[in-house]
């Protein structure tokens, strides 16, 4: 049943954004992990819209926020306003109080205001002037970045690229897709046909359901090889942590939850495997990253046990 | 300077455990320079010293050498060389410092332990030896990987050495030896007890104190009785009063004895450096490369430095025929001397009608005259056997029997001394005797007409038990030596004895087995596989086989070595899983080593049609019970039934 | 007629192999080494006095230990073989330091011990390897020149067990690392940021380091930052704003170094480069034919050193690295 109404959801997804079915996929999967999402592409590329479908798809909220060097922590979390009148300060939730949030072009936030995002990203609360507020579950945040653009803006360092589960490249449609995108409708008006395939609870369900996928004795041997992999090969500047397992882990539960299984393969770890780890790895010769080719041919390395 | 690694501390123990056989050999200051040596390194490996210099090191080799030289009184001489090791031994360690000197000194202890197997060859030794290379390789081992564990390595040495070992035996039975020596080198005189040329009044009663091992006869058949277990050796013609000499040696006999009551049996002679064999009274047959004389005493050709085994048949009941001519030499005695004696002998001879009635004459002057048979005789006076046989009246075997065959000649009758030993004691778990220094015994041969020569054993007058059980019982306790004395009583001594048995029967094994082994073996085994050594081609062939065998056994050990897979290791359903895999690789259908179950069942799918199906059924059991916790015992059932049916040829 | 593998073993012995790769034994040599060779001897000299006095003990010893040497020989061999070599790779050094180029190296089966890891002429590592050694094998080579440096054949040898026989095997490994041409203090004039050359002192950002002024409160800013002072003082809610100073923005131009000679414009930039770094600036770099826009941190630095140490090299050298 799960397998339809997923197939469903890509399906939908997928009449909005053309020739991307691999992405969405990817994206559906880091949701129902309770992951983050980091896209990483250049504008006009569908990211808003695919973050939209999916919110429209699942039967959650969305709100966008766009990122500026002037902004500040308040600007997402929320700030108390000082009534004048009444003589006391009223909290004002900021649109970080939502299902999901799209943070457009990250890395022009400077270091702390990207520090609160993230802190909130993983704690699943907000504390604004002293006080704690929970935010409300599921809530899940696709940032993205526009990798060729350098002047002026903060690259997330390591230890926050680290909190998103997954970073994605959409890249251009195919040629025939371009082709059906300036043919077709404008995207305005098919989001507005897309209807919700689930609701709140029925994704916080999935999610729960997900944790309970079987990983047996022999899969989890082999993703403890892949992470020894990246830790002992001279290729890396720093292997992967404990908590990138921890995110492999989650991926591939979810993905195979999403295939319509309730143990995950080998074959589920490596084929969301160049998206989890992508990030989080740096070349020993120029602390560049990876292409996802590059990681693909080092899992080749490491056989199944 | 450097200071010592500490990786010298097993070189040193290396050393010691190969030297400490040879400790009784050393003389006393080799031993103590060692051991000075030794714990001046384990102090600086302690302290962290750098140790002596060039020169010091130089003046204590100088040193080292000149002290052997000194108290050997020679250099390059057997002793001489295992004291030379020695020094070296004690020295090596001490200008150990490069990876290349540490190698070496191990050598030195290999070398050390060959030595020791030049001095004795026992069962003992040889263990020995084991443990000995055992150590050394040990820390051979760890002189080439010092980082690893000592026990590790230990077990690793184990593991090369038995592993070494099939080879061994194989090179040791088949590697064709030699007849004889290379080159005759002058070897020490070691002291070893036995019979010499001469006997004197007292030498055998000596050798009772001795316990170590004459020889041991292994028979095939049954054992002779006690009072049959005669074991000549040498035969004494020449009487010069006091003293018996071998006098002139006999030819070689000619003709075949007519004899009954035959055993065979092998001997396994310890070394005695001297040329004769012991047998059955009497030997028939001459073993490698002795020769049987005309008194039946068996002469080898070379000294016996080894421990070796002959093979012998013996007759206990005989008839050597007529008195020979040159046998007539057994009717002389010295001109003067032993008045007395020589008178009562005539007057017997006057007396008796027959000879064997003289004999009876002699006995029972024996008998009847209060001898006593001790092991402490006195001493006697210039003539010795007057003062025996009239006036102390106190002797061992080579007293009765040197009065009686002097008697004997005295009256007429031809005599001879015979030396060997008596008896012996049969092993409990082994059909054979062992017969110890202890055992040994003199007795008379005196030749009778129409009976040829015939053995009188005088002892028997005096003290019967002699001849039936032996020392023990024959003499009184308090004069037997410590190891016969049967103090202990009990259960402790039957222990005892039970485990002394034990380890001769053992002991017989291995002698038989490996110290025993000659040209003469090897040719017979040799023969019954087709190789006949006397020929060159023979010698070839063996040669060839052994290469055979050797590169055979290589790779078998590669075998073993350069296995693939520990797979028996790995859980079944994984076990299985790579038997499936490696059927299709068979096909043509290799899985690559990071390819998941599905991914694979779909690329033979896409490959093959045919066999889409079954490589699906037995993929999604595989994934079942390796993946899912669906897992029974029922699919695994049928799993491995799949599996092991499963065929991608059709 | 020969195996296609038995041809290619003997062709192509020599070809730079790609990892992973597993050591076979048919790529071993084995030779005794000088003491094996004495130990042979002494091997010799044990038989002749064993025939000589024809003692089996003898025999016995010299042939257990002529036995433990062949299979000692065996050992030897297994000690190298079934070692896997998964990935190996570099750091990039400056000219004329050492090179370490790591091996991942794991041995599935049982460990081989005391294996030496080395470039021909250059220093041996010794180490263990098991099948879960955490320690990567370091192995080093002194660099001559700046560019894309390949180290050559790498010997793997052992002479474990017993000391007795030297197994080795050569194996060109495709593997390369980076080499920086080497540091040189010289005169460089630093050109101006092209963009905003209007600030001496390096841009402004909004920061939190240094006080710059009171403006008028706006919803949102943050409690803390109202000057509650000026505002019990009568006046209007202000805020107090801040600023960070980033460093000037600056560009190192290949012009602007005076030396004639090439290598020597190259080190002097690469000094450059690394004291800009220090100083935590933020530069680019412009070579001829190549343009690195302005940008900070360690990604950064080792961009702009490996654009000058592959600078007018053949463009496969460049691509190899990549």
């Given at each position: 049943?799960?397998?339809?109404?997923?197939?469903?959801?890509?399906?939908?997804?997928?009449?909005?954004?053309?020739?991307?079915?691999?992405?969405?996929?990817?994206?559906?999967?880091?949701?129902?992990?309770?992951?983050?999402?980091?896209?990483?592409?250049?504008?006009?590329?569908?990211?808003?819209?695919?973050?939209?479908?999916?919110?429209?798809?699942?039967?959650?909220?969305?709100?966008?926020?766009?990122?500026?060097?002037?902004?500040?922590?308040?600007?997402?979390?929320?700030?108390?306003?000082?009534?004048?009148?009444?003589?006391?300060?009223?909290?004002?939730?900021?649109?970080?109080?939502?299902?999901?949030?799209?943070?457009?072009?990250?890395?022009?936030?400077?270091?702390?205001?990207?520090?609160?995002?993230?802190?909130?990203?993983?704690?699943?609360?907000?504390?604004?002037?002293?006080?704690?507020?929970?935010?409300?579950?599921?809530?899940?945040?696709?940032?993205?970045?526009?990798?060729?653009?350098y002047s002026g803006t903060f690259p997330l360092p390591e230890s926050q690229l680290d909190r998103f589960l997954m970073r994605i490249e959409i890249g251009y449609p195919g040629r025939q897709a371009e082709h059906q995108l300036l043919k077709g409708d404008e995207p305005k008006s098919l989001l507005a046909k897309i209807k919700?395939?689930?609701?709140?609870?029925?994704?916080?369900?999935?999610?729960?359901?997900?944790?309970?996928?079987?990983?047996?004795?022999?899969?989890?041997?082999?993703?403890?090889?892949?992470?020894?992999?990246?830790?002992?090969?001279?290729?890396?500047?720093?292997?992967?942590?404990?908590?990138?397992?921890?995110?492999?882990?989650?991926?591939?539960?979810?993905?195979?939850?999403?295939?319509?299984?309730?143990?995950?393969?080998?074959?589920?770890?490596?084929?969301?495997?160049?998206?989890?780890?992508?990030?989080?790895?740096?070349?020993?010769?120029?602390?560049?990253q990876f292409s996802n080719e590059k990681i693909n041919a080092f899992i080749m390395e490491v056989p199944i046990p | 300077m450097k200071p010592y690694d500490k990786n010298i501390i097993p070189i040193i123990c290396a050393l010691a455990i190969a030297l400490?056989?040879?400790?009784?050999?050393?003389?006393?200051?080799?031993?103590?320079?060692?051991?000075?040596?030794?714990?001046?390194?384990?102090?600086?490996?302690?302290?962290?010293?750098?140790?002596?210099?060039?020169?010091?090191?130089?003046?204590?080799?100088?040193?080292?050498?000149?002290?052997?030289?000194?108290?050997?009184?020679?250099?390059?001489?057997?002793?001489?060389?295992i004291g030379l090791l020695a020094i070296m031994a004690g020295l090596k360690p001490l200008e150990t410092k490069t990876h290349r000197d540490k190698m070496i000194a191990v050598f030195i202890a290999y070398f050390i332990v060959i030595t020791s197997l030049f001095e004795s060859e026992n069962l003992a030794i040889t263990i020995y030896m084991f443990l000995s290379v055992l150590i050394s390789t040990a820390v051979l081992i760890h002189?080439?990987?010092?980082?690893?564990?000592?026990?590790?390595?230990?077990?690793?040495?184990?593991?090369?050495?038995?592993?070494?070992?099939?080879?061994?035996?194989?090179?040791?039975?088949?590697?064709?030896?030699?007849?004889?020596?290379?080159?005759?080198?002058?070897?020490?005189?070691?002291?070893?007890?036995?019979?010499?040329?001469?006997?004197?009044?007292?030498?055998?009663?000596?050798?009772?104190?001795?316990?170590?091992?004459?020889?041991?006869?292994?028979?095939?058949?049954d054992l002779p009785e006690p009072a049959k277990r005669y074991w000549r050796g040498i035969v004494l013609w020449r009487c010069e009063g006091a003293r018996w000499h071998v006098g002139i040696r006999a030819p070689q006999l000619q003709h075949e004895t007519k004899a009954a009551e035959p055993y065979e049996y092998s001997v396994i002679i310890e070394p005695h450096n001297k040329r004769w064999l012991f047998a059955l009274d009497l030997p028939s047959n001459a073993p490698g490369r002795s020769i049987l004389l005309d008194d039946y005493s068996l002469r080898l050709n070379y000294n016996l430095r080894h421990k070796q085994r002959f093979n012998l048949r013996s007759y206990t009941s005989y008839n050597t025929g007529p008195l020979k001519p040159w046998e007539r030499t057994a009717l002389k005695l010295p001109a003067r001397g032993n008045e007395n004696a020589r008178e009562l002998a005539l007057l017997w001879a006057l007396e008796a009608e027959t000879d064997e009635q003289i004999i009876e004459s002699a006995l029972n002057y024996f008998k009847e005259n209060n001898f006593l048979y001790t092991l402490n005789p006195p001493l006697l006076g210039s003539n010795p056997i007057d003062d025996f046989l009239f006036n102390k009246k106190q002797g061992y075997c080579e007293h009765f029997a040197s009065a009686f065959a002097f008697?004997?000649?005295?009256?007429?009758?031809?005599?001879?001394?015979?030396?060997?030993?008596?008896?012996?004691?049969?092993?409990?778990?082994?059909?054979?005797?062992?017969?110890?220094?202890?055992?040994?015994?003199?007795?008379?041969?005196?030749?009778?007409?129409?009976?040829?020569?015939?053995?009188?054993?005088?002892?028997?007058?005096?003290?019967?038990?002699?001849?039936?059980?032996?020392?023990?019982?024959?003499?009184?306790?308090?004069?037997?030596?410590?190891?016969?004395?049967?103090?202990?009583?009990?259960?402790?001594?039957?222990?005892?004895?039970?485990?002394?048995?034990?380890?001769?029967?053992?002991?017989?094994?291995?002698?038989?087995?490996?110290?025993g082994y000659s040209y003469d073996d090897q040719k017979s085994f040799l023969l019954r596989f087709g190789i006949n050594l006397e020929t060159l081609k023979g010698k070839l062939k063996s040669l060839l086989a052994i290469v055979a065998l050797i590169i055979l056994s290589g790779i078998i050990l590669s075998l073993r070595l350069f296995r693939k897979h520990h797979v028996g290791r790995r859980d079944p359903v994984q076990r299985f899983y790579i038997r499936f895999c490696s059927k299709l690789e068979k096909a043509g259908f290799p899985r690559r080593s990071d390819q998941g179950p599905r991914d694979y069942a779909k690329e033979i799918g896409q490959k093959k049609r045919s066999l889409k199906e079954r490589v699906d059924e037995i993929i999604d059991l595989y994934i079942i019970l390796r993946y899912t916790r669906r897992g029974n015992a029922n699919y695994m059932k049928k799993y491995v039934f799949l599996v092991n049916q499963f065929n991608p040829r059709h | 007629m020969i195996k296609s593998g038995t041809l290619k073993f003997f062709f192509l012995r020599n070809a730079p192999i790609q990892l992973p790769h597993q050591l076979h034994w048919r790529r071993i040599f084995i030779l005794p080494t000088a003491q094996g060779l004495l130990f042979i001897i002494i091997l010799l000299g044990m038989l002749i006095g064993s025939i000589n006095y024809?003692?089996?003990?003898?025999?016995?010893?010299?042939?257990?230990?002529?036995?433990m040497t062949f299979i000692s020989m065996l050992y030897a061999i297994r000690n190298l073989t079934g070692i896997r070599i998964i990935s190996s790779g570099a750091e990039p050094v400056f000219a004329e330091e050492s090179a370490v180029f790591e091996f991942y190296v794991i041995s599935e089966k049982d460990p081989r011990f005391a294996v030496t890891f080395y470039y021909?002429?250059?220093?041996?590592?010794?180490?263990?390897?098991?099948?879960?050694?955490?320690?990567?094998?370091?192995?080093?080579?002194?660099?001559?020149?700046?560019?894309?440096?390949?180290?050559?054949?790498?010997?793997?040898?052992?002479?474990?067990?017993?000391?007795?026989?030297?197994?080795?095997?050569?194996?060109?490994?495709?593997?390369?690392?980076?080499?920086?041409?080497?540091?040189?203090?010289?005169?460089?004039?630093?050109?101006?940021?092209?963009?905003?050359?209007?600030?001496?002192?390096?841009?402004?950002?909004?920061?939190?380091?240094?006080?710059?002024?009171?403006?008028?409160?706006?919803?949102?800013?943050?409690?803390?930052?109202?000057?509650?002072?000026?505002?019990?003082?009568?006046?209007?809610?202000?805020?107090?704003?801040?600023?960070?100073?980033?460093?000037?923005?600056?560009?190192?131009?290949?012009?602007?170094?005076?030396?004639?000679?090439?290598?020597?414009?190259?080190?002097?930039?690469?000094?450059?480069?690394?004291?800009?770094?220090?100083?935590?600036?933020?530069?680019?770099?412009?070579?001829?034919?190549?343009?690195?826009?302005?940008?900070?941190?360690?990604?950064?630095?080792?961009?702009?050193?490996?654009?000058?140490?592959?600078?007018?090299?053949?463009?496969?050298?460049?691509?190899?690295?990549?």
């Open positions: 049943m799960m397998e339809q109404k997923y197939e469903d959801i890509v399906q939908q997804i997928g009449t909005v954004i053309l020739g991307k079915e691999k992405q969405i996929r990817l994206a559906l999967t880091c949701l129902f992990a309770q992951g983050h999402l980091l896209i990483e592409d250049m504008p006009g590329i569908g990211k808003t819209t695919l973050a939209k479908v999916l919110s429209v798809c699942l039967g959650l909220s969305f709100r966008r926020i766009q990122c500026t060097s002037d902004m500040l922590p308040g600007d997402i979390l929320g700030v108390s306003v000082f009534e004048q009148k009444s003589g006391s300060f009223i909290f004002h939730p900021g649109p970080i109080f939502t299902h999901v949030l799209l943070s457009d072009e990250i890395n022009r936030a400077t270091p702390k205001t990207q520090s609160a995002l993230l802190e909130a990203m993983e704690e699943q609360q907000v504390t604004v002037e002293g006080k704690t507020r929970r935010l409300e579950e599921p809530f899940f945040v696709i940032a993205t970045q526009n990798p060729f653009e919700p395939c689930l609701d709140k609870e029925e994704v916080l369900k999935i999610q729960r359901k997900i944790s309970g996928v079987h990983v047996s004795d022999a899969m989890l041997e082999y993703l403890q090889d892949i992470l020894d992999f990246t830790r002992r090969s001279p290729h890396f500047y720093m292997g992967l942590s404990p908590r990138a397992g921890m995110a492999l882990l989650q991926t591939a539960k979810s993905w195979s939850f999403l295939h319509g299984r309730d143990y995950a393969l080998p074959e589920d770890l490596q084929q969301i495997l160049p998206w989890v780890i992508g990030h989080r790895l740096r070349s020993k010769d120029d602390l560049q | 400490a056989p040879q400790i009784p050999h050393l003389k006393p200051w080799v031993v103590g320079w060692c051991i000075l040596l030794w714990s001046y390194m384990f102090l600086a490996v302690r302290y962290g010293w750098a140790g002596p210099g060039k020169v010091t090191r130089f003046l204590l080799t100088a040193g080292g050498f000149l002290g052997v030289a000194v108290s050997y009184g020679k250099i390059l001489g057997g002793g001489a060389f002189v080439n990987h010092p980082s690893g564990k000592l026990k590790a390595n230990v077990k690793q040495s184990a593991k090369i050495m038995v592993q070494a070992i099939p080879l061994m035996i194989l090179l040791f039975f088949l590697f064709p030896r030699l007849q004889g020596s290379l080159w005759g080198l002058a070897r020490q005189k070691t002291a070893h007890t036995g019979f010499t040329e001469s006997l004197n009044m007292g030498d055998i009663s000596k050798l009772v104190h001795n316990d170590k091992a004459a020889f041991r006869a292994e028979f095939s058949g008697l004997m000649r005295a009256a007429g009758i031809p005599a001879r001394l015979v030396g060997g030993y008596l008896g012996g004691k049969p092993n409990l778990y082994g059909n054979f005797i062992s017969v110890r220094q202890s055992d040994a015994h003199v007795w008379v041969e005196v030749w009778l007409q129409g009976k040829g020569w015939t053995r009188v054993d005088p002892t028997y007058a005096v003290a019967p038990s002699r001849i039936d059980q032996g020392m023990e019982t024959a003499v009184s306790a308090d004069e037997l030596p410590g190891f016969l004395s049967s103090g202990q009583q009990g259960v402790f001594s039957g222990i005892q004895e039970v485990i002394r048995n034990r380890w001769e029967a053992i002991n017989a094994k291995w002698d038989s087995f490996f110290i | 024809s003692n089996n003990l003898g025999f016995l010893l010299t042939f257990l230990l002529g036995s021909k002429g250059e220093k041996e590592t010794v180490k263990d390897i098991t099948s879960d050694s955490n320690s990567k094998i370091k192995v080093h080579v002194m660099t001559k020149k700046r560019g894309k440096f390949s180290p050559g054949s790498l010997v793997i040898s052992s002479r474990y067990p017993m000391g007795l026989f030297r197994a080795w095997v050569v194996l060109r490994i495709n593997t390369a690392c980076t080499v920086y041409p080497k540091p040189l203090a010289g005169q460089v004039k630093l050109g101006a940021d092209m963009s905003s050359g209007d600030d001496e002192n390096g841009n402004e950002i909004p920061g939190v380091d240094d006080f710059k002024e009171l403006r008028p409160y706006q919803p949102g800013d943050p409690l803390q930052r109202i000057s509650w002072k000026a505002f019990s003082r009568g006046l209007d809610l202000l805020t107090k704003s801040f600023v960070g100073k980033a460093g000037s923005a600056v560009f190192l131009n290949w012009d602007s170094v005076t030396s004639m000679n090439v290598e020597k414009k190259l080190s002097i930039l690469t000094h450059g480069i690394l004291k800009l770094h220090r100083m935590n600036q933020v530069y680019g770099l412009n070579l001829p034919g190549e343009f690195i826009d302005q940008g900070s941190g360690e990604a950064h630095k080792h961009k702009c050193l490996k654009a000058l140490a592959m600078f007018a090299l053949p463009m496969k050298d460049y691509e190899a690295l990549r």
